[in-house]
T-cell receptor, first 112, second 114 residues
Framework: AQSVTQPDIHITVSEGASLELRCNYS??????LFWYVQSPGQGLQLLLK??????LVQGIKGFEAEFKRSQSSFNLRKPSVHWSDAAEYFC??????????FGSGTKLNVKP | NAGVTQTPKFQVLKTGQSMTLQCAQD?????MYWYRQDPGMGLRLIYY???????DKGEVPNGYNVSRLNKREFSLRLESAAPSQTSVYFC?????????????FGEGSRLTVL
């Protein structure tokens, strides 16, 4: 069965510092991987996705993620965090586009 | 564009009452989903509908029923609400023909069961 693990519940970084949010997945076949962001009181918005090909994918708002099959990971990164990046981030895995499974989320706080 | 619209946005129920959450999308998407979000548990899939006329159980279907009324609308019904169903509910859709797999979410419905 598919599953997604986000080991960090909360992360605090200083504005301008780099960021890496971890995601590990369990899936038998080639996964479809996603990162979503949720601002307070809002629904989720897609940041980026990986289906195949280049293992480093670029997304919106300056985010990128790298798929590492050997480690079953799909970590999200950003070189320099802005205060507006404070939100909750969810990693998700999809199978045949009909089912998506989400991790438990990582809340990002940004210190001025 | 409206995207995915959920109603109501807030609801308070007493244990044993019933209610229906409505969801409509205007993107001509085939697939629609209902998730619940609870602190520390992320989003859990309740039910989904891969196309008009079909529905399937997700991870946590107990206590819920769904109806895919037409291609646009997918409703979630709680027949006899329980405090354990206090949660934020999200409807989402995913489309054809691009079939990118991206989920488009509504703004959520916050349900409290007393």
């Amino acid at each position: 069965a598919q599953s997604v693990t986000q080991p960090d519940i909360h992360i605090t970084v200083s504005e301008g510092a780099s960021l890496e949010l971890r995601c590990n997945y369990s899936y038998g076949a080639t996964p479809y991987l996603f990162w979503y962001v949720q601002s307070p009181g809002q629904g989720l918005q897609l940041l980026l996705k990986y289906f195949s090909g280049d293992t480093l994918v670029q997304g919106i708002k300056g985010f990128e993620a790298e798929f590492k099959r050997s480690q079953s990971s799909f970590n999200l990164r950003k070189p320099s965090v802005h205060w507006s990046d404070a939100a909750e981030y969810f990693c998700a895995v999809g199978s045949n586009f009909n089912k998506f499974y989400f991790g438990s989320g990582t809340k990002l706080n940004v210190k001025p | 564009n409206a995207g995915v619209t959920q109603t109501p946005k807030f609801q308070v129920l007493k244990t044993g009452q019933s209610m229906t959450l409505q969801c409509a999308q205007d993107m001509n998407h085939n697939s629609m989903y209902w998730y619940r979000q609870d602190p520390g548990m992320g989003l859990r899939l309740i039910y989904y509908s891969a196309s008009e006329g079909t529905t399937d159980k997700g991870e946590v279907p107990n206590g819920y029923n769904v109806s895919r009324l037409n291609k646009r609308e997918f409703s979630l019904r709680l027949e006899s609400a329980a405090p354990s169903q206090t949660s934020v509910y999200f409807c989402a859709s995913s489309g054809q023909p691009l079939n990118t797999g991206e989920l488009f979410f509504g703004e959520g419905s916050r349900l409290t069961v007393l």
